[in-house]
């Protein structure tokens, strides 16, 4: 990617008010992110959900935001990072889901984030000897299964940091996602399981180099972590902690959220047995349980192999099923973002591979693969 090109990509997310929503509704009505650098106001305001007090404000802010994107930058180069923007197809296709995504992050690392599994294994930070021997034996019993996810976590003492050393141990790519910049490290004593992250998996941030480090930070990246997976799995949590907040979010965005259950009297098992209670999260004891709940049966046939199966598609029809493969559904607007096509082109081809069959259209204009 040029670096001018770039330069514009990391820019388009530093305009105030404009989000992931609204920057893809300025890409569907003008086609290119490139008009929020237009300095025109009229052409601005006729996208839906801008107004002219929006636009005014976005022109007046195109020179600051340019320069948070030179400075970013440097950051990249200096700190040998790669970059994902929400409309690469290398970009997390499931987070694209969440309105709240970041428009691009950061990462030290490679990782394919659309594996066909991806799970979020999170917990408290004072976790027990149980807490570890359910972690690990989660993640082990799945790679015996046969069911090789992709385990994303926070990094933090406790149950995070176990599932990614278990994530490890078993030869499973693990993603930590920080609440900091990539230029630091917290806890800075989980450096060399950082190490080990970078050479099978990545840690991402969605923080710029300028960013402050508050404790809010934490918070804000749970999204992330819950957008990123099909499930989110509460090993241990008291009755209050930030892992209820990343079992909250994920079920705003329509995932699964799974607990393990425990005694009563365990204050470390409290809010896990809560979130079971008020139906939040479904009841796992094992790996078979995650298993038979999601579906991910192993006689299944390959994702890959259904692909190949499809050998009369077009382009377009290919990058569509390509795309819809690893995930439940997705509106018109975020088929065509991802094929970079205009909405009336999707349609009529979604139309077509409706009439083959191959996709099923929901409640709410949204479709899904047929073989699902």
């Known amino acids: 990617m040029k670096n001018e090109d770039l330069k514009y990509k990391i820019a388009s997310a530093h305009f105030p008010h404009i989000g992931l929503p609204r920057l ?17 106001v009229n052409l601005l305001s006729e996208v839906p959900g801008i107004n002219k007090e929006l636009a005014k404000n976005v022109v007046a802010n195109t020179k600051n935001a340019l320069q948070i994107a030179t400075e970013e930058l440097k950051f990249i180069k200096k700190q040998n990072l790669n970059i994902y923007y929400y409309s690469d197809d290398e970009y997390p296709r499931r987070l694209t889901h969440c ?43 799945l790679r015996k299964l046969g069911i090789t996810p992709l385990v994303v976590s926070g990094l933090a003492y406790g149950v995070d940091v ?9 030869g499973l790519p693990t993603v930590a996602v920080l609440g900091h910049h990539l230029g630091i490290l917290y806890p800075a ?21 300028t960013s402050e480090f508050y ?18 799995i509460v090993v241990e949590s008291a009755k209050k902690g930030g892992s ?7 079920n705003s965005y329509n995932r699964d959220v799974f607990a393990f259950p425990g005694r009563t009297t365990d204050k470390s098992s409290q809010g896990c047995n809560n979130l079971i209670k008020t ?13 038979d709940f999601m579906g991910w049966s192993t006689n299944k046939v390959n994702p890959v192999v259904q692909t190949q199966l499809f050998v009369d ?10 795309f819809l493969m690893p995930i439940e559904n997705a509106s018109i607007d975020q088929i065509a973002s991802h094929v970079k096509m205009s909405i009336s082109k999707v349609s009529a081809t979604l139309f077509n591979l409706e009439m083959q069959g191959l996709i099923i259209v929901l409640p709410g204009n949204t479709y899904r693969l047929a073989a699902k």
Do not use: W
């Not at 509704?25 to 300095?39: K, P, W």
């Not at 990462?107 to 976790?127: A, D, E, Q, W, Y």
């Not at 004593?189 to 180099?209: C, D, M, P, R, Y």
């Open 162 to 170: 176990e599932a990614h050393l278990a994530a490890i141990e078993n």
């Open 279 to 291: 139906n939040q999260a479904a009841l796992i004891e094992s790996a078979n349980d995650l298993v």
């Open 99 to 141: 309105d709240d995504a970041p428009i691009y992050f950061y990462t030290k690392g490679c990782c394919n984030f659309n594996l066909p599994h991806v799970i979020s294994i999170v917990g408290t930070r004072r976790m027990s000897s149980e807490g570890k021997r359910l972690t690990h034996l989660l993640i082990s019993d």
């Open 215 to 232: 404790q809010t930070n934490f918070v804000k990246r749970n999204r992330i972590v819950a957008g990123m997976a099909d499930a989110t």
């Open 244 to 250: 209820l907040i990343t079992a909250e979010m994920a």
């Open 189 to 209: 004593s989980h450096k060399s399981v950082a190490q080990q992250i970078v050479e099978n998996g990545a840690l991402v941030s969605e923080f710029t180099s």
């Open 24 to 40: 893809k509704q300025i890409v569907a009505h003008t086609g290119t992110y490139m008009s929020l650098f237009s300095e025109n």
């Open 313 to 322: 598609l077009s382009p377009l029809e290919k990058k569509i099923v390509d």
